[in-house]
């Protein structure tokens, strides 16, 4: 066995395999950019490697570099994890000849998945049903356009080299092809170097189901059953569970020995997963095939027992799979949720800053969380944003997506905006609970997804008293002479009387005013003319223990640079005590339109002075691999644009300066 490995990636998934290295007696050897020079996987890890500044290309995709770490260290092995050089055949022959193991499969097998047009006929000559589609070498705008037509709209374009949903759109109509092909070869050009686009028919309501499976390198290949990750933004995946709800066994055992022959005809070794989609008809076609270790892969292990990461070190050593393997089943469901940094409400855009509070719910048996990330860790423009995975399993789905809910509702997480809240909604829902899913679920549940979150009374009386509680803890420096002189509390102190204050703040944009009468242990809140109860207890580390109205609640209230958030029921509220002055200067509106993130600027679309529609494109930018862009909100003109091709902007840096028309 290797007795010391080295881990080319980051985040949660580097701390993964340095603990399942530990556990099987393996040194671990972390490398890290300039920006992850105080990450969690660097500090756990045994040792730890420089490889250079914090774009992925500098670092983590720059192949040399790393090997050089590893034969510096003395490491027999490299584990790419997933994502960066995971699936780059070059660097698996780089490894190769430089003595090092890849764990992974061989880089013929990478590099006949590597390319959707190439691994398409691959897999039609293997018996593996695939999409109709084109996936041809000539690539002119003219030829593309005409393949669209033949197949019939809609139609998917998809980046050949790429995934992730990266370089990856949906048209709908003949007059869209052009500019939706056109950004779909930016995309994949500035993600992958390569703008071939591959053209299939557009599925309508599928579902997107893939098959585990691993192969040794003695002949066995076996599947370790199914997922379905059919809820997605973005073309990503949000939510993953196991095994996929509502199929007949036949069907299944169908996709099964399709994913073992297609693994079978690349001669794969290792880890690995084929993508499907299921038509609501029951055939299913290959999408692709992602030679390496899932994101989802806990899922898995939970519902099978299995540790993959172990097992892939354990193949790339020369073991052979046990033959037990053969004649496991399903043990109860597994379903996970990827945490993002990432703002729901504007169309899922990544969220940069630090995490400044961090609450994950308990783990145990039945909920596992597996992060990269701690309080006081930053978010930034370099790196994919996802925050952690939460994974719970029980008996059955129902039971599972009860525990779902409910640790959801348990994370509270401040800094940057993130889509608990929205996962939380999404647990609730009863097409959820009821297995609704297809690849379009979340945009036919937005009405109650993307719906401002509800209040009443009580969660404006939970916003009060946390304040009122946070005022106490902090205190007041006053008399450090007498600990019981009245001019140490700020609890509007009256002689003779019950002191009585207005507590002005606003929560989730409105101004509201709460009358608050103090009284021995607890507070009276006039709230719309109704006297409300209150008393309770804030923690230092946040945890917010209330009684209002006589119903007991708990959640978190954290304090961040003047505001406060309260974490309630899986939902969050922001809540503030803004000065007069700083309203009055935010009532100025300057017409600019700014860049919403850091980020490159790939295209302008529009010139000075030009006249425009509301929603005409007027701004394309990149970050984080993706496209962002900035359009008109109304009609009017543009009256400057503020930026060039090329430029890199800062979050809230006014790239087009917009007059309305009439003002």
């Known amino acids: 066995m290797f007795s010391k490995i080295l881990i080319a990636n980051r985040g949660e998934i580097a701390y993964r395999i340095i603990r399942t290295a530990a556990k099987m007696g393996i040194r671990t050897v972390a490398v890290y950019s300039d920006a992850d020079r105080d990450a969690m996987h660097v500090a756990l890890a045994d040792e730890a490697i420089a490889i250079g500044a914090a774009p992925a290309r500098a670092s983590y995709l720059d192949g040399e570099k790393i090997i050089a770490a590893a034969k510096a260290c003395g490491a027999q092995a490299i584990h790419p994890g997933y994502g960066f050089l995971s699936e780059n055949a070059g660097f698996a022959e780089a490894c190769a000849a430089a003595g090092l193991v890849f764990i992974g499969p061989p880089a013929a097998a990478i590099r006949a998945m590597g ?118 933004r973005r073309h990503q995946k949000v939510i993953e569970e196991a095994p996929a709800p509502g199929l007949p066994d036949a069907l299944r055992q169908r996709m099964y020995e399709a994913a073992v022959a297609a693994a079978r005809a690349i001669d794969y070794r290792g880890a690995g997963t084929v993508e499907f989609l299921l038509d609501p008809s029951g055939d299913f076609y290959f999408m ?76 145990g048996p039945h909920v596992r969380i597996d992060s990269g990330i701690r309080a006081g860790d930053a978010i930034t423009v370099h790196y994919d944003p996802m925050i952690a995975k ?107 009387a019950p002191a009585r204050e207005t507590l002005y703040f606003v929560f989730d944009n409105q101004p509201l005013g709460v009358g608050v009468t103090h009284e021995a242990d607890s507070f009276s809140l006039e709230i719309d003319g109704r006297a409300i109860s209150a008393h309770g207890g804030l923690s230092c580390d946040g945890k917010f223990l209330a009684t209002v109205a006589g119903r007991k609640r708990q959640g978190h209230f954290f304090a961040e640079d ?66 962002h862009t900035i359009r008109a909100p109304a009609k009017g003109t543009v009256a400057a644009i503020n930026c060039n091709e090329g430029d890199m902007v800062a979050a809230g840096a006014v790239l087009v300066d917009f007059e309305p028309e009439g003002g």
């Open 115 to 232: 390319g959707k047009s190439e691994a398409k006929a691959l897999m039609a000559e293997a018996g593996v049903p695939v999409v109709p589609g084109y996936h041809g070498d000539e690539q002119s705008e003219k030829r593309l356009a005409s393949e669209a037509d033949t197949i019939g709209y809609p139609v998917l374009l998809k980046a050949s080299a790429g995934g992730g949903g990266k370089g990856m759109r949906i048209v709908r109509q003949k007059r869209d092809f052009a500019a939706e092909l056109a950004g779909a070869k930016r995309e994949a050009l500035a993600a992958f170097g390569n703008d071939r686009m591959l053209i299939e028919k557009y599925l309508e309501r599928p579902r997107h189901v893939e098959v585990q499976v691993f192969a040794d390198g003695h002949g066995n290949c076996v599947s370790l059953f199914e997922r379905d990750c059919s809820i997605q």
């Open 288 to 363: 692709e095939m992602n030679t390496r270790l899932q994101v989802e892969h806990p899922v898995t292990e939970y519902i099978t027992g299995l540790d993959l990461v172990e097992w892939q070190i354990r193949v790339a050593n020369g073991e052979a799979l046990p033959e037990d393997w053969t004649g496991l089943s399903i043990n109860g469901h597994a379903i996970e949720a990827r945490i993002y940094a990432e703002d729901p409400a504007h169309d899922f855009l990544p969220s940069i800053g630090t995490i400044s509070h961090l609450v994950f719910p308990d783990q």
């Open 390 to 496: 939460l994974i719970v399993w029980d008996r059955d789905r129902p039971s599972a997506v009860r525990r779902l809910r409910l640790a959801l509702e348990n994370l509270a997480i401040c800094g940057v905006t993130s889509n608990a809240a929205f996962l939380t909604r999404l647990a609730g829902l009863a097409a959820f609970a009821n297995a609704d899913l297809d690849t379009g679920f979340i945009a036919r549940n937005e009405a109650a997804l993307f719906a401002p979150a509800a209040t009443d009374r009580n969660e404006v009386a939970m916003a009060a008293l946390g304040l009122l509680l946070a005022r106490q803890k902090n205190g007041n420096p006053g008399s450090q002479a007498d600990p019981h002189s009245p001019w140490n509390t700020t609890a509007a102190f009256r002689l003779n």
């Open 562 to 627: 003047g505001r406060y958030t309260l974490f309630l029921d899986g939902e969050h509220y922001r809540i503030s005590q803004p000065d007069p002055v700083d309203i009055a200067d935010s009532a100025t509106h300057t017409g600019g339109l700014e860049a919403p993130m850091p980020g490159v600027i790939r295209a302008l679309l529009s010139s000075n002075g030009a006249a425009v529609e509301a929603g005409e494109a007027l701004v394309v930018m990149e970050a984080m691999k993706m496209e």
